[in-house]
């Protein structure tokens, strides 16, 4: 794939942060890691707005870090997805995709369905592009067997493959910018970068002794005992909760301190300062997918609220990365913390001493687990490399292999 090749993402938003903030994610490092032409059509703006204030809602089309963002309207009534969630089929302003001269890649996010006049475009085209559903992200080993399979469109000259995010080298591995791991540690070594970054979200500098963690999540039954072992433990606890659902009444620069509890709610900050967050905290709270992959490189020990699915069916989803994760890891540690995430997760009390009194394992084996990841090659790398091959092999990319 050239510098200069032009790539569409497609993303709607079923829900929450994840699937713009894996979308946008991916489309900033497309462009400023390989110098490609993105545009990013995305259903709801406003939610990437949360992400990247930059964003004027106002208009159809802008530039932000790079990217051509697209506004994407609905145009007919939801269908369901396999998966059992709810999305819509899309049109542009004017509902004709005709006019739009589909890219050289296409990536359609999380099997958010293109529009059809445009992936009639796309078998119009001398040159097919390379067409690619990017998937949600697991640990699964079933994964490997799925990734990077072709799908021949039954009726048009198109090919789509399925593209598998995953931990080991037979997926497509995790997005992960060039330069991410240099980028942390010259943050966390310098005390000066640590307390302006506090400073720009309200906090005073760290104090010897206190742990500070960042909880970020929803809705959570394991919640409120959490916070009252902490108010309880002889250890100063500074948890910083980014405004949101889990305290819906409590807004950015409101809180209370109870016992050695010290509660802070920070605001959403843009996704490069939700980094430092993460980089800057002893431990970290994180959801659904993207964050729960920027914990993973922060290399910081970390507590996955996984997304609820119908029939429990996250329940094997958790329970493959924990394996995957927890080998190698001091059998101890291994087990308190499959425990706490068990319980964070479920309604139980999770057990905070017994988890954090393996800090030094649990911190150890964080770092050595960023060190994997790079192994595993970045997200944007492998499905550059990957469209590269299609375009060598086939010449003509998105045709039928
Ligand atoms: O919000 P999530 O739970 O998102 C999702 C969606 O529910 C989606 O439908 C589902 O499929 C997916 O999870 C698995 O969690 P996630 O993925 O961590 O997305 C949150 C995004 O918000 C992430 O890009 C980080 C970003 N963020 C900021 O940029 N600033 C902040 O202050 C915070 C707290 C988060």
């Not at 990247?52 to 506004?71: F, K, M, N, T, Y």
């Not at 709810?86 to 004709?96: E, R």
């Not at 529009?115 to 080993?141: D, F, H, T």
């Not at 009726?155 to 997005?175: E, H, M, Q």
Request: proline share 7%; glycine share 8%.
């Amino acid at each position: 794939m050239s510098s200069g090749q032009r790539w569409d993402i497609f993303c709607a938003v079923i829900d929450n942060y994840g699937d713009i903030g894996v979308s946008w994610r991916l489309a900033r490092q497309l462009a400023a890691d390989f110098g490609l032409q993105v545009r990013l059509w995305v259903d709801d703006p406003a939610s990437l707005k949360k992400l990247c204030p930059e964003l004027d809602l106002s208009r159809e089309i802008q530039a932000v870090s790079g990217v051509e963002i697209h506004s994407w309207h609905m145009e007919s009534p939801s269908v369901c997805r396999p998966s059992g969630r709810h999305v819509g089929l899309k049109a542009d302003i004017h509902g004709d995709w005709m006019r739009v001269e589909p890219a050289d890649v296409v990536i359609e996010a999380f099997g958010c369905t293109l529009p059809e006049s445009y992936v009639q475009a796309m078998a119009a085209r001398a040159v097919k592009p390379v067409w690619i559903n990017l998937e949600y992200l697991s640990a699964e080993s079933w994964v490997e067997g799925c990734h990077a399979k072709p799908s021949p469109h039954p009726r048009l000259p198109l090919t789509k493959y399925f593209f598998f995010p995953g931990f080991t080298r037979a997926t497509g591995g995790v997005i992960g910018e060039h330069g991410l791991r240099a980028q942390r540690q010259a943050f966390q070594s310098s005390p000066e970068a640590i307390d302006a970054f506090w400073s720009s979200i309200g906090l005073p500098p760290g104090q010897p002794g206190e742990i500070r963690v960042s909880l970020f999540g929803y809705e959570n039954a394991a919640l409120a005992g959490l916070l009252d072992v902490w108010a309880a433990g002889e250890t100063a606890i500074t948890c910083l909760v980014p405004e949101g659902r889990l305290m819906p009444d409590l807004h950015a620069g409101q809180g209370f301190q109870r016992g050695s509890l010290n509660l802070h709610i920070i605001p959403f900050v843009p996704q490069p300062d939700y980094d430092r967050l993460l980089w800057a905290c002893d431990c970290n709270f994180v959801r659904g997918e993207d964050s729960f992959v920027r914990a993973q490189w922060a290399a910081k020990p970390f507590v996955w609220h996984i997304y609820p699915q119908a029939e429990a069916a996250h329940q094997v989803k958790l329970d493959a990365f924990l394996d995957r994760y927890l080998a190698g890891m001091d059998q101890a540690a291994a087990e308190a913390m499959r425990a706490f995430w068990l319980s964070w997760n479920g309604v139980e009390n999770p057990n905070w001493p017994d988890l954090w009194r393996h800090r030094v394992a649990l911190e150890r084996h964080a770092q050595d687990w960023a060190l994997h990841l790079e192994e595993s090659g970045d997200l944007a790398s492998n499905l550059v490399d990957f469209c590269g091959q299609l375009h060598l092999k086939h010449g003509a990319p998105g045709a039928a292999p």
